[in-house]
């Protein structure tokens, strides 16, 4: 018997908090692209037309790499940092940077993939992880 796969279609547009900090921001889809309002746009209706700052290029392929990645991981720190920082090889974030030309990445995007049912951000030790949900998978042929 097989367990049923969230579905990852789920419109995402919406407000949301940053894992860690709680910072509200809010993401708005556009052409196959999510649009991050962060800082100063936030709650500021009139910016949600322009370009987001982060924008994250092709949300159904980051959402199913997401997957595949925490698939063969396990578990991920998130380890967040600015663009002008390199991320730490092994971190969520270092693997974000390949859909995105901005930093902080891993601060805006696991909770998208919490809403979408598929992952799970925790606390271990003093770093945050991101882990698949119990049961998520990509088909083979995806």
Not at 33 to 56: M, R
Not at 115 to 127: C, N
């Amino acid at each position: 018997m097989s367990k049923a796969m969230p579905d990852l279609t789920q419109p995402l547009t919406g407000d949301y908090k940053t894992c860690g900090k709680n910072a509200p921001f809010h993401v708005e889809e556009r052409d196959g692209d999510l649009h991050f309002y962060v800082g100063s746009s936030f709650g500021k209706t009139q910016y949600y037309d322009g370009e987001g700052n982060p924008v994250i290029w092709g949300r159904n392929q980051v959402v199913a790499d997401s997957i595949k990645m925490l698939q063969i991981f396990g578990e991920m720190k998130l380890a967040p940092c600015r663009l002008e920082s390199l991320p730490h090889g092994d971190s969520f974030e270092a693997f974000l940077r390949s859909y995105s030309n901005h930093g902080n990445l891993a601060s805006y995007f696991p909770p998208l993939l919490e809403k979408l049912g598929v992952a799970d951000v925790s606390k271990k030790g003093r770093a945050l992880v991101i882990t698949l949900k119990p049961g998520v998978e990509l088909d083979k042929a995806e």
